[in-house]
Structures are given as C-alpha cells and as structure tokens.
C-alpha cells in the first residue's frame, strides 16, 4: 500500500527565514496535495501537484512536485509568525478515489 | 457562504455509549469523507461516501457507522465497538473522488470518559 513520509516532523525556525517541508511517496503520485491546519481546527487546502516537474506559488509559499512524481517540497520564504501550523500532504489514491495524508510538519515561527 | 460544518465542537461521552457526530456541507459536492487524527498519527480515512445511499469502508472503518440519506449531510455514529473513540474527527468534501481538493468542515473532539 502506498504510504508518504513526510520530514522534518517538526521544524522551529526564526521569523524571516526560509525553510523546506518535504513529502516522499513509495509509489508514483498521481495528485499531490498540501494543506496546512492549525491546532485543533480543520484543514485548509494549499496547494495541489500532478505533473511531474511542476511548481505552484501562493504568495510565499511553493510547491513542487519532482520528475519522478515521488517526491514533492513546500518552501516558505521569510518565514512569519502565520505560517505557523501543521503541514500535511495528501495523495489521490488513484481508482479508489480518496486520499492517504503523511503524518504532518510540525511548523514554529519566533518571532 | 459555502462550507462545511461539524457539530458540536466539542463531545464528551461515557464508555459504551453510541455518539453521532454531524456533518452538513452547502457545496453541492457529491464525495463526502470521514477521518480520525490522533497524534502524531496524521489523517486516518475511516468512511467515504461517492454518492446518496452508497459508502465504502476506508482504512479503519470497525467501531463505526455511517448514512447518507441527503446530498448535503454525512453522520458518523462512534459505536460502542470502537475501542479507543477518543480523538478529533474531521469531514471533508469534494465535487468528486479523483483529482479534486477536499474542503475539510473544522473538526470536532470526541472525548470518552
């Protein structure tokens, strides 16, 4: 079955510094999505990925999903205190059409 | 405005009781999906429904129960078969199964005593 590593599982980093979440697939991804959940609360979507090589930015945040389509980064650029949270990412299935989510990074920002 | 919500945020319930939880979405998706995050344990599929009056079992489906009577509502019951209930439940919907983003509702904390 496929499963996605998701690392650091949590990162602390200082206000206005870039960092980088990766998620790893054991199997080739189809649809790669990231979302980002604060404590206690639901998910809200980022981002979705489903062609090799492909990059998407909001804002300061991208994501990239690699030619191999095992692998996906999400890179904030000067960090600030908002980003901080959980980030999760998910992958489609395929034909049974639902998604399996990574364990998440755990996000702090000093400020 | 279009969402999801999930009622009530917070739950408490004694061992051996059956809780259903609410899940009501206002976006005319047709997919609706129930998972369980425990810690460090990130989202767990628990049901998933494509259509009304169809669900399938996701990966930890044993201990509850699901309807889809309506479009728009999905109600997890948390059975007494459940043998660690305890955790946040959270319900999403698509306007499909496969390659559509997943609107999450805000959660709600089952805590059994």
């Known amino acids: 079955s496929q499963e996605l590593e998701q690392s650091p599982q949590s990162l602390i980093v200082q206000e206005g510094k870039n960092l980088t979440i990766n998620c790893t697939s054991s199997?080739?991804?189809?649809?790669l999505y990231w979302y980002k959940q604060k404590y206690g609360e639901g998910l809200i979507f980022l981002m979705m990925?489903?062609?090799?090589?492909e990059e998407k930015s909001h804002e300061k945040i991208t994501a990239k999903l690699d030619e191999k389509k095992q692998q996906s980064s999400l890179h904030i650029t000067a960090s600030q205190p908002s980003h901080a949270g959980i980030y999760l990412c998910?992958?489609?299935?395929?034909?049974?059409?639902?998604?399996?989510f990574g364990k998440g990074t755990k996000l702090s920002v000093k400020p | 405005d279009g969402g999801i919500t999930q009622s009530p945020k917070y739950l408490f319930r004694k061992e051996g009781q059956n809780v259903t939880l609410s899940c009501e979405q206002n976006l005319n998706h047709d997919a609706m999906y129930w998972y369980r995050q425990d810690p460090g344990q990130g989202l767990r599929l628990i049901y998933y429904s494509q259509i009304v009056n169809d669900f399938q079992k996701g990966d930890i489906a044993e201990g509850y129960s699901v309807s889809r009577e309506k479009k728009e509502s999905f109600p997890l019951t948390v059975t007494s078969a459940q043998k660690n209930p305890t955790a946040f439940y959270l319900c999403?919907?698509?306007?499909?199964?496969?390659?559509?983003?997943?609107?999450f509702g805000p959660g709600t904390r089952l805590t059994v005593l």
């Open positions: 990925l489903q062609k090799g090589g």
């Open positions: 998910g992958a489609d299935r395929g034909s049974q059409g639902n998604l399996i």
């Open positions: 199997k080739t991804l189809y649809g």
């Open positions: 999403a919907s698509s306007p499909g199964l496969i390659y559509n983003e997943q609107f």
